[in-house]
């Protein structure tokens, strides 16, 4: 089972305009997960000439074209569960940019436990979790809205730092144990139905 790390204090993260923001995108590579809308949304960026970022993509990647944008995106292939704390601690920011109804999101769920903001679509049950704009971002599966949302991020590191800073005050951070205790009650309920 997975156990979740305590919050360590180094958890708050020092967020500068003057470096390049740190996207990751964890996970299989599928149509479904929306890859090609965190594409778009980043050739868009480069158009633009917005280049203060850089993606990290952990996940089976063999028809992934990362060309178009030489050395700004790193295929990683498929991390270690023992990896993660390595890769959170190099994440500004989580992308799970999902354009179809996907479960909980445990990737998502992760990073909170790591203090880093994320942001989903309105696809991933993880919003539920989420306070929008106080504890995480929640977009529209749009390429606009992408594309909107990570030109203010980059311009403006004030907002995660704020969203890492509240995720850590959370008093209670949503552990699996207390959703497991949550799904359970939701079944005992549903049985007595």
Known sequence: GHSFPTRRSSDLRNYSCKSTLKITY????????????????LQRLLKTNINNWNLNIYGSSENINTEPFREKVKVNGTYDYSKLEYIFKNTDVLVVPSI????????ALEAFS????????????????????????IIKPSEDVLYNKLQTLIKNRSILSRINDNIIKLSSIYTMEKHTKDVMKLYTALVKI
């Open 26 to 41: 964890i996970g299989p590579l599928e149509k479904y997960k929306g890859i090609s809308l965190l594409f778009n949304a």
């Open 100 to 107: 179809w109804y996907e479960t909980f999101g445990y990737i």
């Open 114 to 137: 790591y203090g880093v903001p994320v942001i989903v679509t309105q696809f991933v049950g993880f919003k539920d979790m989420i306070d929008d704009g106080i504890t995480g971002i």
